[in-house]
């Protein structure tokens, strides 16, 4: 048995290894040669090219403004609401599972390309509708702009800001804050002395993740950022080599190994915060209790702040698409715009090839993909949590190391690996492409569903004669369904609104959906791109709803 687990160990290194170091491998070595045509034929030329170029340093300064303030946002507002959660009497709490949960489901495409539409200064909504109220020649709000990135991203990165302080706020033990107020200090002296520096770790976790994200983001520079004229790395390496007439995989290579770098270096300071919080535990086991502090006079402004971050954050992106959609142009909500409604841009965009090719494409991906990545999580999963051996720690650190690749970055590593194979410009490429990169969100609640498997099932199986992998798929799988449906859905939502891989990774013909509302949002297609956003959005939930039914069916049986 240890023979056999032994081979699938070393097994599943070299299949986890070819997905997550070698595009780190080919970036690096791409860094150093001409180009995609001369592979080999290496250079220091790229280096000194891309980092003499004068541009970088507007770049890099932009970069540092965005992902810094981008990064404060989103922290500040998480932990705005997680103290409104936990530590107060604020109605209707549900809304906060509501915030933390329901904007993951919304694409950061589509989530930009809607600010787009209320914040642009020629036609947004927001800016016609005040410029007709107030009589305003010029639009009051420019989305493209610095400001416009950081309140975007800010937004996107709340719930993951969320989901990290709002556990550690929630287990904070009372006792620590009636000895401050016990000693004369109020609320807010006890929140500044007590209550943060307790939550240290956790509010660093989440303005580093917040860091992460943010420096990989692409969604956001590119709908916002380049018709703005505000370079940031992302956009600055999507310039190198997809648009122009000489494309440079070479230079690209070259300022990505930095990225990859501070990336990498964010994670490792992510990963030291989080185990540092655990030394910051402070529930005693004597009846915890959280403290719930009145919010008097400011409970109803509080609830209306929360409600309109809840509108904000979920109902209005859905909205603007929807509309946008259905009229001629970009145009107030009125009686007239009602009564011009119609679903030609809907039947454009199902009667264009390419659209209707992207939809294929993306399905495919989304649905054969996370099929794919799912069952090799399960094995993945199963040696990390059930062999406990040096080969598997390997693997383990193999399997998460992806979470530190920005995509934009490890497209390019993933293009100088697949130039040299026959996969290069075809859907298999993507398909790859995205389980590498992925992978870490089918292994963590598969992991997660094996920790709670006692070994003695599996022990029992293999003393009555059955093999290890018939052990696999007649006890142990059976047992996994929740993991397996959580995985699945993580990883089907995650390919079909997938952009970052895509950009780099697409050729004609294997066109994705978020590719082609990217390229309607560049030629200003407004209601053709909202179209097949809230067709993206469909997909997106239908695959949830019916992976849950799934689920919920096997769980019954």
């Not at 599972?97 to 904007?103: R, T």
């Not at 600010?115 to 200064?121: G, K």
């Not at 648009?243 to 300022?255: L, S």
């Not at 971050?309 to 698409?321: C, E, G, R």
Request: aromatic share 10%; net charge positive; glycine share 8%.
């Amino acid at each position: 048995m240890d023979h056999s687990r032994s081979k699938l160990t070393w097994l599943l290194i070299a299949i986890v290894g070819a997905l997550t170091v070698f595009p780190v491998l080919m970036l690096l070595l791409g860094s150093f040669s001409e180009g995609l045509t001369a592979f080999g034929k290496f250079t220091v030329h790229k280096y000194v090219e891309a980092y003499t170029d004068p541009v970088l340093f507007d770049v890099l300064a932009n970069t540092t403004l965005f992902v810094l303030g981008s990064s404060l946002l989103s922290t500040v507002l998480a932990l705005f609401l997680a103290y409104l959660n936990t530590r107060t009497d604020i109605p209707f709490k549900f809304l906060f599972k509501i915030i933390s949960l329901i904007p993951m489901m919304i694409p950061h495409l589509l989530f930009a390309v809607s600010w787009a539409l209320l914040l642009n200064p020629s036609n947004g909504l927001i800016n016609l509708a005040l410029k007709q109220a107030l009589s305003l020649e010029d639009a009051p709000f420019n989305i493209y702009s610095i400001w416009g990135m950081i309140l975007v991203e800010g937004l996107l990165d709340l719930p993951i800001a969320y989901l990290i302080i709002a556990p550690a706020m929630a287990s904070f033990d009372v006792a620590l804050e009636e000895s401050s107020r016990v000693c004369g200090a109020g609320t807010m002296r006890t929140f500044a002395r007590v209550t943060l520096p307790v939550l240290r770790p956790a509010i660093l976790a989440a303005f580093i993740l917040g860091l992460v994200r943010s420096l990989a983001s692409f969604a956001v520079p590119s709908v916002i950022g380049m018709p703005g004229r505000v370079p940031v790395l992302a956009t600055h390496l999507y310039e190198m080599i997809a648009t122009g007439f000489a494309t440079d995989y070479g230079k690209a290579a070259a300022v990505g190994m930095s990225v990859l770098a501070a990336s990498v270096t964010l994670i490792v300071v992510y990963r030291a915060l989080t185990a540092e919080s655990e030394k910051f535990v402070t529930v005693s086991s004597r009846g915890f209790r959280p403290a719930v502090i009145g919010l008097g006079k400011a409970r109803t402004p509080l609830f209306c702040a929360v409600a309109l971050l809840s509108l904000v954050l979920i109902v209005l992106p859905v909205a603007v698409l929807l509309y946008t959609s259905l009229v001629p142009y970009s145009m107030v909500p009125s009686a007239r715009a009602f009564s011009l409604m119609s679903w030609k841009h809907w039947s454009d965009v199902l009667g264009d090839p390419i659209s209707l090719l992207s939809l294929k494409n993306s399905l495919f991906l989304g649905v054969v993909g996370a099929t794919l990545g799912v069952l090799l999580s399960i094995f993945v999963a199963y040696v990390i949590v059930k062999v406990k051996t040096r080969a598997s720690g390997l693997l383990e650190s193999l399997s998460y190391l992806s979470f530190s690749f920005p995509g934009i970055v490890i497209g390019i590593g993933f293009m100088w690996f697949f130039v040299q194979t026959p996969l290069y410009a075809t859907i298999w490429a993507l398909l790859l492409g995205y389980i590498g990169t992925y992978l870490p969100y089918g292994i963590r609640p598969m992991s997660s569903a094996f920790i709670q498997i006692h070994s003695h099932l599996e022990e029992s199986s293999l003393v009555c004669g059955a093999s290890p992998l018939t052990t696999l798929r007649r006890i142990i799988v059976p047992l996994l369904i929740p993991g397996i449906v959580s995985g699945w859905i993580l990883m089907a939502s995650m390919f079909v609104r997938e952009l970052t891989l895509s950009v780099v990774l697409s050729r004609p013909g294997t066109e994705v959906l978020a590719v082609q509302i990217l390229r309607f949002a560049e030629d200003g297609l407004w209601g053709k791109l909202s179209a097949l956003g809230i067709v993206m959005i469909g997909i997106s939930t239908s695959l949830v709803i019916a992976a849950t039914l799934v689920g919920n069916r096997f769980r019954a049986v």
